[in-house]
Each structure stands twice: as structure tokens, then as C-alpha cells.
């Protein structure tokens, strides 16, 4: 089993920064891949970036490469989300995942474990 654990979500004005953390704990031999999506009210929840173990590969949704950089420190079990440009669109509820395999996805369904999510919202 893993738990994950989101910090670092807040109120941000347009066109600043903010950085999420991911916490591991548990079997985190099982925790592979990463990846972060969100979810804004009434929306589905969308992919956002992943990583594989190795960081060898990163992931990013159009809409949001060029100013988010997902990152992984393994020796401290925690995936990073560094969001740079914020939006108003970039406000939603963001959720870590952990894929059981290394190799990293776009699709919610291919991830084994959630974190309960971490609000941003990105003021005009």
C-alpha cells in the first residue's frame, strides 16, 4: 500500500508561482511512475504532467508546458509540481497518483494510488 500526501496548494495571484509536493509513504517500492491531474468544479478531472521513475521521461498536457516543470527526488520519496505563469484556468483541486509500473501515463485509470488533493487558486 501507499498513501500519498499533497502540500503546497494556496491562493496565488495571475501570473505567479507556486510548488507542489508530493509525499510517499508505505510501500513506495510500488510507487513508480508519478503523475499529477486536477479537477475544477464541474470540470472532469484532466491530466497535468508525470514522470517516470527514472526521470527520463516527463509528460506535460498542452495547456500547460512551458510553465509548470514536474520533477522527483526518489531518496526522499516525493514528486514536485513547480507551477510558474499561473492562470485563473489553473485554479482546481490537484491530485498526486503512483503507477505500480515505471513507465509514466497520460490516463487517470492507468494510476494505483491517489493523494486526497491540494486546492490552488489563481485570482485575476
Known amino acids: 500500500q501507499v498513501q500519498l500526501v499533497e502540500s503546497g496548494g494556496g491562493l496565488v495571484q495571475a501570473g505567479g508561482s507556486l510548488r507542489l509536493s508530493c509525499a510517499a509513504s508505505?510501500?513506495?517500492?510500488?510507487?513508480?511512475?508519478m503523475g499529477w491531474f486536477r479537477q475544477a468544479p464541474g470540470k472532469e478531472r484532466e491530466f497535468v504532467a508525470g514522470?517516470?521513475?527514472?526521470?527520463?521521461?516527463?509528460y506535460y498536457a498542452d495547456s500547460v508546458k512551458g510553465r509548470f516543470t514536474i520533477s522527483r527526488d526518489n531518496a526522499k520519496n516525493t514528486v514536485y509540481l513547480q507551477m510558474g505563469s499561473l492562470k485563473p484556468e489553473d485554479t482546481a483541486v490537484y491530485y498526486c497518483?503512483?503507477?505500480?509500473?515505471?513507465?509514466?501515463?497520460?490516463?487517470?485509470?492507468?494510476?494505483?494510488?491517489w493523494g486526497q488533493g491540494t486546492q490552488v487558486t489563481v485570482s485575476s
Open positions: 508505505g510501500r513506495t517500492v510500488s510507487s513508480r511512475a
Open positions: 497518483a503512483a503507477r505500480r509500473i515505471g513507465y509514466g501515463s497520460r490516463r487517470y485509470d492507468e494510476y494505483d494510488y
Open positions: 514522470i517516470n521513475w527514472s526521470s527520463a521521461r516527463l
